[in-house]
């Protein structure tokens, strides 16, 4: 009786011990690199977020490194910002010779991996721009992921390279 109850308590303690540990151990753990959009202008006049590419009207662009150091994947689902009517996520595909803009509605993030938002591939588009982007202007951008929540960042406007 006694060796069994010695069995159970040493058999409980490791159970704790487990649980206890776990969650510190697993997860995402998501940090956003190098954020910046190119400029644009507050337009008046028609929306054009799908035409065939980011050049002109009252639309702007983010780009960054989206670095996931957990051990579990997330996913990006959306975006806000107060500079812009509507905040997609985008993602140019070369359709022949046409480089052809599409929403897209989730975006994962590998464990220990990493996804980069860059020109001609995937990116947060800024639709209906309520200010001038400048170069050297900075504003404030939320990412929304799946598991981590709203991440704000800073988003500094730079000329396309
Ligand atoms: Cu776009």
Same mark, same amino acid.
Do not use: P, Y
């Given at each position: 009786m006694k060796g069994l109850l010695r069995v159970l308590t040493v058999a409980t303690l490791v159970g704790l011990l487990a649980a206890c540990a776990a969650p510190a151990a697993t997860g995402p753990r998501i940090t956003i690199q190098d954020p910046w959009a190119r400029p644009g202008a507050m337009g008046m *006049?028609?929306? +054009? =977020?799908? *035409?065939? %590419? +980011? =050049? =002109? =009207? %009252?639309t702007s662009a983010v780009y960054f490194v989206a670095i996931n150091d957990g051990d579990q994947p997330d996913v990006l689902i959306g975006a806000a910002s107060d500079v812009a009517e509507k905040v997609e996520i985008h993602e140019t595909k070369m359709e022949g010779d046409v480089a052809k803009m599409q929403p897209v509605p989730r975006v994962e993030i590998p464990a220990r991996g990493r996804v980069e938002f860059r020109p001609r591939g995937l990116h947060i588009m800024l639709i209906g721009l309520k200010r001038d982007l400048k170069v050297g202007d900075t504003f404030n951008l939320t990412l929304r992921f799946e598991k981590s929540g709203e991440i704000p960042i800073s988003v500094t406007v730079k000329e396309m390279p």
């Open positions: *006049g028609m929306e +054009h =977020g799908h *035409g065939m %590419s +980011h =050049g =002109g =009207g %009252s």
